[in-house]
């Protein structure tokens, strides 16, 4: 059961959906704004403003690749998954990445620091192979970069 | 309320301020594809000049005209009412631009892309753009022009003029005129828009839904982004249009995350158009009562297909089901409901406004029209364009597209998303028209073209669209879970190392069964498969027979080493791996194949000293045998399209 106060500003945030409306997406997307993620604890509410079960809210928010359940990480690499990336050797940049983070796809490391994301394509082709650093893109990327990148990651650095 | 006519007047007056402006009107493209190279930054340092500076211009935002390899675009209108397009102002350079065409007048330029009204010497028009030629602009006409989050704008291009006119219309005089437009859905299935909303008017219950499926999921396609970005209102006008034809009172929609600034245009563009009275209840005093609601997705590929994003839309996961029956008896909520693609509802204001002889007019008999279609991967020009149908391939991927990079021969082209198929080179002299695409067992789709030169390995190819595939399966049907699974676990055997030649078979195998999946997803998912075993077999014999990548792609058959004669120059290389596996020795490198990744990184900072290898000894394979035979007959394809 969450805090009282956390627990007014889930119901703030839900207020404007209804139940059978198809308002259980706007409602998750609104919490993962407010939070940065969907806390765990506010399931039961979404699922008692849309007149659904906890299980199957809670089967929805899982499906989605896009919403998560844990603090997002302070610093997101997302990682561009398509295939005009993947011909220019965006494969590679992802192997990179992984490598000298230490850290899987959908991973973060132990102090929530640096968290590799896998993305999906939006079509800024032009720009393959790339990676998106805390929403802004990084194209062109040859592997070295990625490799630069990378440890400038990893020895603290954090506008790249 | 006012009529049709009046907001015609009104939105002409706000447009011909931008149009024939007072003084020079600077229009920025800001939309994804510009945003990812600064067109943001470029905006905000066009307005921080022109305020330091105080110059005489006024400034606005435009969606994307398709030129994405010249991003970020700029536009200048001059009183006179000659407009220019300037490409790749990035913010450093736009002090030079403004200096030169607002302070001095100076309208040509390096920077200057073309003319897109009047003429300027030494800046040739638009038209004759090696990436414009052949185009024919119907959907696109005023994406880049107009300002997207202005309805005035669209109105003074002629939004909500076909609707206006499809009011005095009877619902089956629109279903005829639809009809005889021959409009099919560009979603990909490629079924006349006309006879689906006969469908759904014929269907008895109540409320009906109208669904514009806007959740462009295949990677490498983005032409209805460009549009949703560039020119939104007409998409809303084809809704509507659509709910009046088949007594649809409710639409929805439903936008992929991807696409924020999507999101948010089109969130814009209802709200406005509802504060016109062109939506909401009793549209233009016509008595026709129409609601929109953006719901906006999260990440799931399945909920492009229809009935998964029905699901996705009524408070649940995304998974589609088995059809029938068709969304248009049973679909949201078990209700009436249609589901048309974004290109589809953006085609019908065309038709309602011109009527449906000017529409056949491009096009062929059985393909009237155009089509947008989105080029990247190995060419020269990444960008969006529309061409009629049955332009042939060849021009559009080589002339307009600028073709591959020097020194690169064509290996394949992959049209239509992940689930699209994979053509073999020879497929260039197809022209764009589903059925010769069908032809080599692929789809046109949706309109991503991509292209692969020769440094592309056929097997990693179809790796990566099955773990796509894999990645994406909702996991309703075992056929499709497992199937992807399991087709993705013997490709990457074979790319490590470890084919067997009995692996054809197993592929073959789960190519015949995949078709029998649920849904779409999964019945399509073997597609690149399929068409690489046929056209593309000798790649997979040597990956198995002879343990070697013919590309040098698959890690587990390429080894990185130093070259021995230069094994000193490889300095550069040894300070980039990300494992330390380059060793110095005495001034010389060698790589310690224990700690190697084999991504590559090294060979690009020491390029002289590092080279590629086979990893496997060649095993002593007499000859090649007989192209082993599938195990199973293949079925028939699957029902229920």
């Given at each position: 059961m969450p805090d009282?106060?956390?627990?007014?500003?889930y119901r703030e945030l839900l207020a404007p959906f209804e139940a059978d409306q198809g308002d259980l997406l706007a409602a998750l997307h609104a919490l993962q704004h407010a939070f940065g993620y969907v806390p765990p604890d506010a399931i039961p509410e979404v699922a008692k403003k849309l007149r659904m079960n906890a299980s199957a809210v809670f089967g929805a928010l899982s499906f989605y690749s896009e919403f998560r359940t844990t603090p997002p990480p302070q610093n997101q690499i997302m990682w561009c998954s398509g295939p005009a990336c993947r011909l220019k050797g965006g494969d590679n940049i992802r192997l990179v990445f992984e490598t000298v983070?230490?850290?899987?796809?959908?991973?973060?490391?132990?102090?929530?620091?640096?968290?590799?994301?896998?993305?999906?394509?939006?079509?800024?082709?032009?720009?393959a192979p790339q990676i998106w650093y805390n929403g802004a893109v990084r194209g062109r990327l040859q592997v070295a970069d990625a490799v630069e990148l990378a440890r400038r990651l990893k020895a603290g650095e954090r506008d790249l | 309320m006012a009529s049709y006519a009046e907001l015609r007047k009104a939105a002409d007056a706000a447009w011909a301020a931008v149009d024939r402006p007072q003084r020079p009107y600077i229009a920025v493209s800001i939309a994804t594809c510009g945003n990812a190279w600064g067109a943001e930054q470029t905006l905000a340092r066009v307005r921080a000049v022109v305020q330091a500076r105080g110059l005489e211009c006024d400034v606005g935002v435009t969606g994307c005209n398709g030129l994405c390899f010249v991003e970020p675009l700029l536009s200048v209108t001059w009183p006179d009412g000659v407009r220019v397009q300037y490409g790749k102002v990035e913010p450093e350079r736009v002090e030079a631009?403004?200096?030169r065409a607002i302070v001095r007048g100076e309208r040509g330029g390096e920077l200057?892309?073309?003319?897109?009204?009047?003429?300027?010497?030494?800046?040739?028009?638009?038209?004759q753009h090696v990436f414009w030629r052949g185009q024919v602009r119907q959907l696109m006409a005023v994406c880049g022009i107009i300002d997207p989050e202005n309805i005035d704008h669209a109105i003074a291009a002629g939004a909500y003029q076909g609707m206006a006119r499809a009011l005095a219309l009877s619902q089956d005089e629109l279903i005829k005129l639809i009809l005889d437009s021959g409009l099919w859905g560009r979603g990909g299935a490629a079924f006349p828009a006309g006879r689906k909303w006969d469908f759904l008017k014929v269907a008895r219950r109540t409320p009906k839904y109208i669904v514009c499926n806007a959740d462009e999921g295949d990677p490498g396609a983005f032409v209805n982004r460009n549009l949703m970005e560039g020119d939104p209102h007409p998409i809303l006008e084809g809704m509507i249009t659509a709910g009046q034809a088949t007594g649809a009172e409710i639409g929805y929609i439903y936008i992929r995350d991807e696409y924020p600034l999507c999101v948010a245009r089109v969130q814009q563009a209802v709200e406005q158009a509802r504060a016109y009275g062109l939506l909401g209840e009793n549209i233009l005093g016509s008595g026709l009562n129409f609601e929109i609601r953006v719901v906006r997705g999260a990440g799931s590929y399945v909920c492009g297909e229809e009935t998964g994003l029905i699901s996705s839309i009524q408070d649940s996961r995304g998974m589609p089901r088995i059809k029938p029956p068709f969304p248009a008896n049973a679909g949201l909520w078990g209700l009436p409901t249609n589901v048309n693609n974004v290109e589809t509802l953006a085609n019908v204001p065309l038709i309602t406004r011109n009527g449906a002889d000017w529409y056949r007019q491009q096009g062929t008999e059985r393909n009237p029209g155009t089509k947008m279609f989105s080029l990247s991967g190995d060419i020269a020009r990444v960008g969006v364009l529309e061409v009629p149908f049955a332009t042939p391939m060849k021009s559009v991927l080589y002339e307009n597209g600028g073709g591959l990079p020097a020194g690169h021969a064509l290996k394949a082209i992959q049209p239509g998303g992940p689930l699209g198929g994979i053509l073999p080179a020879e497929g260039i002299n197809l022209v764009l028209e589903p059925e010769p695409f069908r032809a080599f067992g692929v789809l046109m789709g949706s309109g991503g073209l991509i292209l692969c030169d020769d440094t592309t390995c056929i097997v990693d190819l179809c790796q990566y669209f099955s773990w796509f595939a894999e990645d994406e399966s909702c996991g309703r049907c075992t056929t499709c879970h497992g199937g992807t699974q399991r087709m993705t676990e013997i490709l990457r055997r074979i790319q490590d190392g470890g084919g067997r030649m009995g692996d054809i078979n197993l592929l073959h195998l789960i190519v015949d069964t995949l078709r029998w999946s649920n849904c779409v997803h999964g019945q399509a998912a073997p597609t690149c498969v399929q068409n690489c075993l046929k056209n593309f077999m000798d790649e997979f014999l040597i990956h198995i027979q002879e343990r070697r990548c013919p590309a040098q792609v698959c890690r587990g058959l390429i080894r990185y080493e130093v070259i021995p004669e230069r094994d000193t120059e490889a300095a550069a290389g040894a300070a980039i791996c990300p494992t330390n596996a380059i060793k110095e020795s005495s001034g010389h490198y060698a790589i310690d194949q224990g700690l190697c990744i084999k991504c590559g990184a090294c060979k690009e900072r020491s390029p002289r000293a590092i080279r590629v290898v086979d990893a496997m000894p060649r095993p002593r394979v007499s000859a090649l045998p007989e192209q082993p035979l599938p195990l199973v007959a293949a079925p028939a394809p699957a029902a229920g399209h």
């Open positions: 009282y106060k956390v627990l007014l500003r983070l230490g850290i899987g796809m959908e991973g973060e490391t132990p102090d929530n620091e640096i968290g590799l994301h896998l993305g999906q394509c939006n079509g800024t082709c032009e720009a | 631009l403004l200096e200057a892309v073309g003319t897109l009204r009047g003429s300027v010497a030494g800046v040739a028009p638009i038209e």
